[in-house]
């Protein structure tokens, strides 16, 4: 439960005590700063609390952006203050000194009444996606800080709220100055064409009212459940209705993580459809698919809606969203399979290109999260580009986001063949692949920007060294050279390893011996901070190496069942991948140490399935097969254990994808 305070004289007839308590606060009131501190105090240090105004006068939604948001320890509006746990203390401190002044005004006056834009609905953690490139890393959340949707206020509504002397502060906005003045981030949402006032004296107050009935706030409210950078599919065919079967879910009592939930069983659903390899089952599998991308879409709406942000919503929403589409590619392997084609090659080659896209985008996004002078001719040139309307849904739609790219697997798995809708599947995000990183590596190589230790942290955690590999960093780190940089390691030892899975006999050491060259190349790689202006590629060219390394061996490997297999193999593996991916974006820092080592490193797993290959690969028994099953689970055990212990328990902070779709 959370407690609002009413702090002041009370004024007949407003309606903000039930608004209040629409919004699960216990209201409770106080005459003066000191009587306020006393009921702040009998608050349990556990619970929120808000310190409003009793002449506030705003909109319901104005009040909920304010004082309801979980993803900030602080926010306030004009009138309203809410402090989490975390900024109680601060809190108590700040109003303790102004009560012992007897005064509740800081420097600050209120702000005026005039309305500003809507609050940022953007998930917490995200960062803003890169101007060249139209998908982010499949979050790429957010922090996720997006401009709302809805237009401004018109010019009849601000001409109901006159330019008036600014009054004295309120208590809410006096603590709030002196919070910040703490070094405490209080998050003021924009409220746009929403109203959210202390007026003084009855004709400000009628104005003011008069300019909240000109506003419908639960209008304002839908509009900016959507996430204002989207997909063109998204836009136009989705969200013009998905918001209002969030809406429907909110007033049901629904919560974001089950309709996540629902998403999830839809699409599982339409991949056991799928794999029945019958026409039928392809055409039930394309339109559950699509239903399933509608329930996706409409938990991050629910969740703008509503502002239920949480941790496990974060995590559900990000890993989610890869589990429905590889499940939904062995679905189609297994009923082409049915029907007598084999296709579980190109299958898991989809999912290695779809998931070195996503690291070229987390790579990218880390190295320059917080990068200075971050100038580009790219950058410009994008820039411009951005100012015509069209090029913009182009550029999107160029890239295969998640919903163009879900929206053309459905179709063409109702129309077509599995082989056909793998076959576009590569092609198209072949393509994009090209595009983004072609587009990124002009800006990394035009930019003058010094990246942080920060940034050197995350990409060396991205690349998922083992002991292997830090061995052999430990060892060349006085004689590797930058040679411009770490990626040049990087690329020669994926270059030497992948040409030997796809060509050297399995049953020579040739391959065995091009692994363990990788493993020292790794090493190499991150024997240095990874500062350089393209080793950013460092942890994208790593999993192309090792992914790569299982497909061309499961391929070519004389073991019937090894294909599946490696698809398992590499979904575990990817599975931990994205896991250090999202704790890195929540600033939680990469998975433990421990359980990297424990995994074997990305050095470590390819020799390893090298040596597998070497041993059991030919001869036609189903050994290999067996053994990649194994390691497969065994991944996938340790990883998916120690993820879910770390999300539901850790107490991370949310990141919800508000970027460009992945």
Request: proline share 8%; hydrophobic share 50%; aromatic share 6%.
């Amino acid at each position: 439960m959370s407690t609002a305070i009413l702090t002041g004289p009370p004024v007949p007839g407003s309606p903000l005590e039930g608004d209040l308590r629409s919004l699960g606060f216990e209201v409770r009131t106080a005459a003066d700063p000191r009587e306020t501190a006393a009921l702040l105090a009998a608050v349990p240090g556990g619970e929120r609390v808000a310190v409003v105004d009793p002449r506030f006068v705003g909109h319901l939604h104005a009040l909920r952006l304010a004082l309801t948001d979980p993803r900030f320890p602080a926010g306030a509006a004009p009138g309203a203050l809410t402090a989490r746990p975390e900024a109680r203390q601060d809190l108590t401190r700040a109003l303790a000194a102004l009560a012992d002044d007897g005064a509740a005004a800081p420097a600050a006056p209120a702000p005026s009444a005039a309305p500003a834009r809507p609050a940022e609905t953007v998930p917490s953690g995200e960062t803003a996606p890169p101007a060249e490139t139209m998908p982010p890393g499949e979050t790429a959340p957010s922090a996720e800080s997006a401009a709302s949707a809805e237009a401004p206020a018109p010019p009849a509504l601000a001409a109901t709220l006159p330019d008036r002397p600014a009054p004295a502060a309120t208590l809410p906005d006096a603590l709030a100055a002196a919070l910040e003045a703490e070094g405490v981030a209080v998050h003021r949402p924009e409220l746009g064409s929403l109203v959210a006032a202390v007026p003084v004296g009855p004709q400000a107050r009628k104005e003011t009212r008069d300019a909240v009935a000109a506003v419908d706030d639960e209008a304002v409210r839908l509009r900016s459940a959507v996430k204002s950078r989207d997909g063109f599919f998204t836009t136009f065919f989705i969200s013009p209705y998905s918001r209002y079967l969030a809406r429907w879910c909110a007033r049901r009592g629904l919560t974001p993580n089950q309709v996540t939930t629902a998403s999830l069983v839809t699409a599982l659903i339409a991949a056991g459809c799928a794999a029945t390899g019958t026409r039928g089952g392809f055409v039930a599998a394309g339109l559950l698919l699509l239903f399933s991308f509608v329930l996706d879409c409409t938990d991050g709406q629910l969740a703008r809606y509503s502002l239920q942000y949480s941790t496990l919503g974060a995590w559900l929403d990000a890993t989610f969203d890869r589990a429905k589409e590889y499940a939904y590619y062995a679905g189609l392997a297994l009923g082409a399979a049915r029907g007598g084609d084999d296709v579980w090659a190109l299958a898991l080659g989809a999912m290695v290109l779809q998931t070195c896209r996503h690291v070229v985008d987390f790579s990218f996004n880390e190295a320059n999260h917080d990068a200075t002078a971050n100038t580009s001719p790219t950058a410009a040139l994008s820039d411009r580009l951005d100012g015509v309307g069209w090029t913009v849904w182009a550029r999107r739609m160029i890239v295969l986001p998640i919903g163009e790219r879900w929206a053309m697997i459905a179709v063409l798995t109702a129309l077509t063949t599995p082989r056909v809708v793998f076959y576009a599947l590569l092609i198209g995000c072949s393509f994009a692949a090209l595009y983004t990183t072609a587009g990124r590596v002009l800006r990394s190589l035009t930019r003058k920007a010094r990246r942080t230790d920060r940034a050197a942290r995350a990409l060396a955690d991205l690349a998922d060294s083992g002991v292997l590999a830090e061995a052999a960093a430990k060892v060349l780190r006085p004689v590797a050279r930058p040679l411009g940089g770490r990626t040049p390691y990087a690329l020669a030892g994926a270059a030497a390893l992948l040409a030997a899975a796809a060509a050297a006999p399995l049953d020579g050491p040739l391959v065995v011996l091009a692994a363990a060259l990788y493993a020292v190349a790794s090493g190499a790689a991150v024997a240095r901070p990874l500062k350089g202006a393209l080793d950013w590629l460092v942890p994208p060219v790593l999993r192309a190496a090792e992914y790569g390394t299982v497909l061309a061996l499961a391929a070519r490997a004389d073991a019937p069942g090894a294909l599946p297999a490696a698809f398992g193999l590499v979904a575990a593996v990817a599975y931990h991948h994205y896991d250090t991916v999202y704790r890195i974006r929540g600033d939680a820092g990469a998975p433990p140490a421990w359980l990297v080592r424990a995994l074997g490193g990305q050095e470590g797993r390819t020799l390893l399935v090298a040596v597998l290959a070497a041993l059991l690969a030919t001869g036609g028994g189903d050994g290999f097969a067996l053994a990649l099953t194994v390691l497969a689970g065994a991944v996938a055990l340790l990883g998916l254990a120690e993820s879910i212990r770390f999300w539901v328990s850790s107490g991370a902070p949310a990141v919800h994808d508000e970027g460009e779709p992945a």
